[in-house]
């Protein structure tokens, strides 16, 4: 069971008490009637699934009841920083967060 | 007695007390402090066992976890028979029964042995070459009707309980600073630095008694006393330290990321007589800020013909059974020594009177530090000789030396009686855990063997003693009080303990030693009765990597996942690829490390307390009513609500007949729902549902459909305004918490510049629905304060108001087809309120209806429930539903999808009614629709029954289903197979009742 930190919380909790939510920083157009076909398709369908590092959503549904954003390496499964929703994906220059 | 097996004295039981047991139904005794396998010995028996394939006659190899041969089952009464238990680890009590395994009619005479006789047919890939060929597979008669169940009853190991479990299990979370595993030297070292250093500590170990290897040294001194002693003081401090745990019985079987390590404790086991109150086992999930792992090692058999003979054990184990528990388990001993643990444990047979005839070490240089005082004793050592054959059924009586030549040859010698064979072949670091926590292994030429070398990130651990390979007392002492020091963040101090009579040479050799005569088998994985034939077997087929020979032979795959066997087979089929070792590979470790019950993982999540219930407030009512109750996600709701002599059907054509001719009432309370509240709550709704809320007048409803992104239904149900800001939204009783997190989703991410609150509030309303041409009347003397007649309350409106004086919130809203109302009330009032309108409902001739009639009457007018009509690939459109979206929207969640190319094509499936051309005929849900008759197998179904039902108001049987293109096809005749045969159907629209909905507004 991974430990995860609630960036709304400020502390790591056990993963039970989160709900993942697919990856992140795939905004909804403003404008969805001027997209194309295409486009709209990848908006619905098209992820990066990532061999490393990987930005995804999570919700700390059985805490505070808010998304944040996550930096998890999908290789080793550890969780290198938690980020508020609507910020953007940060670098890796500061402490890990989450993981140890 | 203090017989021919017991040693006079030493050791660590207590020969003060006696304990009888009883071992295939015959009664022996041992002493406390005994595991069964020791009072086994003690009393002259080595057969405990037969082997899983060929049914030899197997003895005691071990004397701990690794054990592979000694598995028997115990009896601890009704539903409490635990097979597959280690006679190494199963600690002796008093009235122990313990029965041997895989063997009939008896352990002595058993018939599989015959097994042997065809032992060609048994070997590697024998299943996969014989039986699993595609010609073979189904078709094959003998398989099936002689193989199989031949192969399943002679190949086995203990049968599991078929009774309940009755004992209770435990589970407990932790944290510390520092997780020990391993109470061994290095392990108790660590411990005592951690605690030395104020950390909070738990120690763990899978033995009864603290103190590892070091229980099982005679001559050895720590720091100027006995090992024995200086562990009792050791585990005396630690005991004495309030912020250290000291778990015995207790096996580290998982280690997960973030240092999350899975315990098992045994609680009652090795009790005689324990409180029934009490739990049998207890899971620990401990989050440790470091661990130390010093699991320690395991010793390696020496891979020689029928090397398998019950009396031939490891030299550790000999040693163990010698010093700890006091018994010899031979007279007459010879050793094969490839590292100084053999020379140790001929030096502690011959000292504790059994007499050791021989050692012969089978490295051509092999000359142990120990050989002196070997000879000093009297003992011949052969250097460069090994064993070539052996003798006995069911003990070994002689072993044939032979001397080592080249290519693994060995000319063979003299035969050497003897009823006690120990063979040293070297340590294997117990590296499991480590490789569970996705550590990298390195092979190391030093050790010959894999030792952790890059710990995988996040896990912040260090391994100690033997299990990287630093073996003996007196460094892994040091190495695990330096861990201890580390883990909480010190300087090493440097600290030495002063050790004497300690040995340190672990090495050993691994591989295969001179080749059998014509008939022999040289076993490398006892458990699975794996040889070295099979092994090269494997290597001549073609088989290259590790991963490959194992699934192959089976070797490492038995419940001891091969802890003793694992590095023999790699050398023997690295040696046969003629590549090193490392580059062949290892197999990969997987908890658990030992077996687990099932009690042990599942804890108290059984019974009721496996899935968690969810009971309405009418719900004792219509229990007591004799109501049958449906699991609908976590819910009981009441399915149908039978009267004598009623069966399901009857019972839901009288209830639906009721509704419609006078009034019925029914249980809506688990109907999700959600307030939305906030300035911008109106703006908020319109641009997550299909349809207009923003001049939705307070006071009104509407049927609200939402969507995903991608165009598809997900949940539908009635949305009311309370208040110019305040709406009471209901969803499907399965989608509620989807759909609350479908809205905190937008509402956070995607819209945050809206002001909006979103509150569950299913569990706060009971939910009374009334619906039937009476149902004014039933609430009419209920209701105070608000007016529920025609005019001033119109279908889909919503009022507050008092229902028996309780504060309500009364829908409009009908979901059969007739005037009908919802009531809602705070939940502790719903179980009242249900009566009084009971009350009511009686007078009007009325009934109760439960979830079954709600379904038929509400398919009789064509409305469809999320998740039977509509299975995420459904649009609005496709089941008649585009009239609820808003004019002129501009956006909603999946309002762009819904002009998506694909959903714009004709050819999509829509919602139509079917009338079966027989009107008895109820036609199954999910059978598939299509064009002609008798449709060739592979024909493409036009479409399926998404609901179909008796339908007592219209005296005949109905059906929805999806059909391509199925509004054109109405007025049409199609045909849905069934295996007895077609069945016609006519297409129609799917309104069955009242199409105008005048009862609907009566
Ligand atoms: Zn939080």
New binding site residues.
Partial sequence: MLLIT????C?A?PESEFRYSGEAHIARPLEPATVSDDDWAAFLYMRTNPKGLHAERWR?IH????F?NALRNTVTDQILKTYPAGTPRPGLGAPAEGGR | MAGLHRTNGGGRVDRTKRLSFTFDGKAYEGFAGDKLASALLANGVHLVGRSYKYHRPRGILSAGAEEPNALVTVDRGRGRTAPNLRATQVELYDGLVAESQNRWPSLAYDFGAVNSLFSPLLAAGFYYKTFMGPRLLGSNWAWHKIYEPLIRRAAGLGKAPSLPDPDRYANRFAHCDVLVIGAGPAGLAAALAAAEAGARVILCDEQAELGGSLLSEWSVEIDGVPASSWVDEAVRTLAASSRVTLLPRTQAFGYFAQNFVALAERLTDHLGNPDPAAPRERLWQVRAKEVVLATGAIERPIVFPDNDRPGIMLADAARTYVNRYGVRPGLRAVVIAACDSGYAAALDLHRAGTAVAMVIDPRANGDSGLAGSVRAAGIEVQIGATVTATRGSQRVSAVQIGRAGTEGRASTGEWVPCDHVVMAGGWTPSVHLFSQSRGKLAWSDDAQAFLPSAIAPGQAQRSAGACRGVFGVAAALDDGFAAGRAAVGREPLGRTFKVTHDITDFRGIAGSHGAGARGSKAFVDFQHDVTVRDLKLAAQEGFRAIEHVKRYTTTGMATDQGKTSNINALAIVADHLGKPIPEVGLTTFRQPYTPVTFGTIAGASRGDLFDPVRRTPCDAWAQAQGAMFEDVGAWKRAHYFPQAGEDMHTAVARECRTVRSAVGMFDASTLGKIEVVGPDAAEFLERLYINSFQKLGVGRCRYGVLLNEAGFIIDDGVIGRIAADRFHVTTTTGGAARVLHMMEDYAQTEFPDLKVWLTSTTEQWAVIAVQGPRARDVLAPLVDGVDIGATDFPHMSVKAGRICGVDARIFRVSFTGELGFEINVPADFGADVWEAVWREVQKHGGCAYGTESMHVLRAEKGFIIVGQETDGTVTPDDVGLGWATGKGKRDFVGMRSLSRPDMVRSGRKQLVGLLTADPKRVLEEGSQVVEGLRPPAGTPALGHVTSAYWSEALGRSIALALVADGRTRIGTRLNVPMPDGDVAVDVVTPVFLDPKGERLNG
């Fill in positions: 609630c960036p709304y919380c502390t909790r700390h805490g505070c009841g808010r944040f």
